[in-house]
């Protein structure tokens, strides 16, 4: 991957919905030769997709909730837990971690009285949980906006 890669990857992160022709402009290449590029990242798997990026509140998702999930450490217990994960669309985000808490979700409904009914009838009767502690999201600081895609050597762009 070289530098022109990077643009175009450090483009498509911030307007994915630019027209090859917009997107050559920008990275100073024609058309042809960009929208090869395109297709040989989308190919290799540099490019998994596009998305629309969606307001929390016009959706009636606008109350968010860290939680720290504790499931009993053992394979059967960790795999039940992440197949019933899948099932839940309100957790929108589910990360297995090393150390403690071993699972952090971020959840998306509509209010607190949402929250605590999912809560209640489904997170913390999910087989193998043992601890379920929830943190509200007050405000977001810093929304997610794509990866640095500068060198590999830890620098970013």
């Known amino acids: 991957m070289d530098e022109i890669?990077?643009?175009?990857?450090?483009?498509?992160?911030?307007?994915?919905?630019?027209?090859?022709?917009?997107?050559?402009?920008r990275v100073g290449l024609t058309a042809s030769p960009c929208m090869r590029r395109v297709r040989q990242l989308e190919q290799?798997?540099?490019?998994?997709?596009?998305?629309?990026?969606?307001?929390?509140?016009?959706?009636?998702?606008?109350f968010e909730v860290l939680v720290s999930?504790?499931?009993?450490?053992e394979r059967e217990a960790v795999e039940a837990f992440e197949e019933a994960l899948q099932?839940?669309?309100?957790?929108?985000?589910?990360?297995?971690l090393f150390g403690s808490p071993g699972?952090?979700?971020?959840?998306?409904?509509?209010?607190?009285?949402?929250?605590?009914?999912l809560w209640i009838e489904r997170l913390t009767s999910l087989a193998g949980v043992t601890e379920v502690n929830s943190q509200i999201i007050m405000k977001r600081i810093k929304e997610p906006r794509g990866l640095?895609?500068?060198?590999?050597?830890?620098?970013t762009a």
């Open 148 to 155: 640095p895609v500068g060198r590999t050597t830890g620098r």
């Open 5 to 25: 890669d990077r643009q175009i990857l450090r483009e498509l992160q911030q307007d994915g919905r630019l027209s090859n022709q917009e997107l050559a402009q």
């Open 103 to 117: 699972c952090l979700l971020r959840i998306a409904v509509a209010d607190l009285q949402a929250y605590e009914r």
């Open 44 to 62: 290799d798997g540099v490019i998994e997709g596009y998305r629309a990026v969606v307001n929390p509140e016009a959706v009636g998702r606008g």
């Open 87 to 96: 099932g839940i669309p309100d957790v929108v985000e589910a990360y297995r």
């Open 69 to 73: 999930v504790e499931v009993r450490r």
